[in-house]
């Protein structure tokens, strides 16, 4: 989906407008302010509701996918795929550097955080897809290097409410100055089936 942005976009809304934003071609460019987080009180006792997402609605039966180039290298520098329905309830999918390493993963809230990570270190450089897919009361999550298989990251339940909305994002916890080129985002319809036929 390389260079891709579907026309839902075009009207979406920031939660929590970065430091700065930016087109080059069709890429995105977005600059975490400092301190940027999204977390709820777990193992840490601090709530964060400042990381940055550029969100359209995200109706039932869709799935979203959004596109960014993982260049980012410091501690807990993230960037991916937000679904929102409010400040205690959302899940965040993408790659966070946590100890030195890129690592594949996903945090679901609701009211607390938790958080499940993988090590992937050959995806550096490349250019990474989240897709989640709503389909009544759960959430799949997929995610893929370059035009690679898809994997599975996460089956995560959704409480029964109509407002989601779903997008891009980004944070930079412990710093300024990074920047995320997200290549794109699109809304399809959601995935047939959990496991592959």
């Not at 690679?148 to 089956?155: A, T």
């Amino acid at each position: 989906m390389t260079s891709k942005w579907s026309q839902e976009w075009r009207d979406a809304r920031w939660l929590n407008p970065p430091a700065r934003s930016w087109q080059d071609g069709s890429d995105l460019l977005v600059e975490a302010v400092a301190g940027s987080d999204f977390w709820r009180t777990t193992a840490y006792g601090f709530v964060h509701d400042s990381g940055h997402a550029l969100l359209v609605a995200f109706p039932d039966m869709a799935a979203a996918e959004v596109c960014f180039v993982l260049d980012y290298t410091e501690q807990f520098d993230q960037a991916g795929l937000l679904v929102r329905a409010d400040e205690e309830t959302w899940i965040k999918a993408g790659v966070e550097v946590s100890d030195g390493l890129p690592q594949l993963g996903a945090v679901v809230t609701d009211k607390v955080s938790d958080w499940s990570v993988a090590p992937v270190p050959a995806w550096h450089g490349r250019e990474v897809t989240v897709r989640a897919s709503r389909s009544g009361n759960a959430l799949t999550v997929r995610a893929r290097v370059d035009s690679e298989p898809w994997q599975l990251v996460r089956v995560a339940p959704l409480p029964e409410r109509s407002a989601f909305e779903v997008g891009a994002f980004c944070c930079g916890p412990l710093r300024s100055g990074l920047v995320v080129r997200f290549r794109g985002a699109v809304l399809t319809a959601a995935d047939e089936s959990l496991h592959p036929e």
